[in-house]
């Protein structure tokens, strides 16, 4: 994929593009109306008596829709930077992640902020890179806790220090709540763990819970697993390159599972404790307004936008969409072309910001 590569030193006004903490209106739900109730009402039978909609113990989580634990149900998500270069692969307990979000960082190079709801239990989370002030706005969204290793001063510095804004920086952290291994060389051996962020939050006097007004459960749309959606009017798409110029990640669909499997740098993308390899029920492709900030080729991606296009994949077939996301804590959602919010199928989910103009790699079908 040719690149534009082009300097633009951001003022300050630059950054204000992703600035602000506008809150959507809260959605409203019409008065149910009241059942009809019969004079000799029927006892629901031990075959009917659990349903889709409900589990003992269980709720439906935010971001797959899958049933979780309830007693995660308020836990906030963690927000993972991984290094995504070949020297840092495999990745520890990627596969555990509910939602990726791929981006290019300098260099052609990606890196994957992966959102965990399920955390505490994970022994060894990584490797962890280091900020770009972009996914923090992604991580947002979620309310999550951001974890990373550093970043570049002049770039994020402003983001991180505000108030709202709790990060968890190994660069701080390092051999406390981060941990480096023997088996690579630094900086593509450090970790971190469920134990070791549990007690940072504890440190720095984190809540465990969603905080009070940023986080309102409502992200994505799901369809029901009895009724998926199926994309009739779309087209094929059992192949997706996303187009990245160095992983050269692929999107492999399986029909006889549904899932995309995902491979990069030519082969398979495995996880290192799971052995699994990354798979997911629904893709979606961003295009999303970029520049370059300096001589160095630091990017900077417009995170709050509307009307861009894109694609949303899943079941082996594709749509036109676009996307919107008018404040920091608001989510990105998402449009099919007669303006209707998509509904994702329930499981996880690969979100690909690509540089609005540079797609002519994509390949879809």
């Given at each position: 994929?040719?690149?534009?590569?082009?300097l633009?030193?951001?003022?300050?006004?630059?950054?204000?593009?992703?600035?602000?903490?506008?809150?959507?209106?809260?959605?409203?739900?019409?008065?149910?109306?009241?059942?009809?109730?019969?004079?000799?009402?029927?006892?629901?039978?031990?075959?009917?008596?659990?349903?889709?909609?409900?589990?003992?113990?269980?709720?439906?989580?935010?971001?797959?829709?899958?049933w979780?634990?309830?007693?995660?149900?308020?836990?906030?998500?963690?927000?993972?930077m991984?290094?995504?270069?070949?020297?840092?692969?495999?990745?520890?307990?990627?596969?555990?992640?509910?939602l990726?979000?791929?981006?290019?960082?300098?260099?052609?190079?990606t890196?994957?902020?992966?959102?965990?709801?399920d955390?505490?239990?994970?022994?060894?989370?990584?490797?962890?890179?280091?900020?770009?002030?972009?996914?923090?706005?992604?991580?947002?969204?979620?309310?999550?806790?951001?974890?990373?290793?550093?970043?570049?001063?002049?770039?994020?510095?402003?983001?991180?220090?505000?108030?709202?804004?709790?990060?968890?920086?190994?660069?701080?952290?390092?051999?406390?709540?981060?941990?480096?291994?023997?088996?690579?060389?630094?900086?593509?051996?450090?970790?971190?763990?469920?134990?070791?962020?549990?007690?940072?939050?504890?440190?720095?006097?984190?809540?465990?819970?969603?905080?009070?007004?940023?986080?309102?459960?409502?992200?994505?749309?799901?369809?029901?697993?009895?009724?998926?959606?199926?994309?009739?009017?779309g087209?094929?798409?059992?192949?997706?390159?996303?187009?990245?110029?160095?992983?050269?990640?692929?999107?492999?669909?399986?029909?006889?599972?549904g899932?995309?499997?995902?491979?990069?740098?030519?082969?398979?993308?495995?996880?290192?404790?799971?052995?699994?390899?990354?798979?997911?029920?629904?893709?979606i492709?961003?295009?999303?307004?970029?520049?370059?900030?300096?001589?160095?080729?630091?990017?900077?991606?417009?995170?709050?936008?509307?009307?861009?296009?894109?694609?949303?994949?899943?079941?082996?077939?594709?749509?036109?969409?676009?996307?919107?996301?008018?404040?920091?804590?608001?989510?990105?959602?998402?449009?099919?072309?007669?303006?209707?919010?998509?509904?994702?199928?329930?499981?996880?989910?690969?979100?690909?910001?690509?540089?609005?103009?540079?797609?002519?790699?994509?390949?879809?079908?």
């Open positions: 994929m040719k690149r534009k590569s082009f633009v030193l951001l003022l300050a006004a630059t950054l204000a593009l992703s600035a602000g903490c506008s809150k959507k209106e809260e959605k409203t739900e019409a008065p149910a109306t009241e059942e009809e109730v019969t004079e000799e009402p029927v006892e629901a039978s031990e075959e009917t008596s659990t349903t889709e909609e409900s589990r003992e113990g269980m709720v439906r989580s935010p971001i797959t829709n899958e979780i634990d309830e007693s995660i149900e308020n836990q906030r998500p963690i927000a993972v991984y290094n995504n270069i070949q020297a840092a692969l495999p990745q520890a307990n990627i596969a555990k992640a509910d990726i979000y791929e981006c290019y960082v300098e260099g052609n190079l890196r994957l902020l992966c959102i965990f709801k955390w505490k239990d994970l022994e060894k989370i990584g490797p962890v890179r280091s900020c770009r002030d972009y996914y923090v706005y992604w991580a947002l969204e979620w309310d999550s806790i951001y974890c990373h290793f550093g970043g570049p001063k002049l770039y994020v510095d402003d983001i991180l220090s505000r108030n709202d804004i709790e990060n968890l920086d190994g660069t701080y952290l390092d051999g406390s709540s981060f941990f480096r291994t023997t088996d690579r060389k630094a900086p593509h051996n450090a970790y971190t763990s469920g134990e070791g962020v549990a007690e940072a939050m504890e440190q720095y006097d984190y809540s465990e819970t969603y905080r009070d007004k940023y986080y309102e459960g409502d992200h994505f749309q799901f369809a029901s697993e009895s009724e998926p959606v199926t994309l009739e009017d087209i094929p798409a059992t192949r997706v390159e996303p187009g990245y110029a160095v992983a050269k990640p692929v999107f492999t669909y399986n029909e006889e599972d899932l995309y499997y995902r491979e990069q740098y030519g082969e398979p993308h495995i996880d290192q404790v799971t052995g699994d390899q990354l798979a997911f029920k629904n893709i492709l961003q295009n999303t307004y970029y520049e370059v900030r300096d001589a160095k080729g630091y990017l900077a991606f417009q995170c709050h936008d509307s009307g861009r296009k894109g694609y949303y994949i899943t079941n082996g077939r594709a749509i036109e969409i676009t996307w919107e996301k008018d404040g920091d804590y608001d989510a990105t959602t998402y449009y099919d072309m007669d303006g209707n919010e998509i509904t994702l199928n329930t499981g996880k989910t690969f979100i690909c910001i690509l540089e609005d103009g540079n797609t002519d790699n994509v390949v879809i079908e």
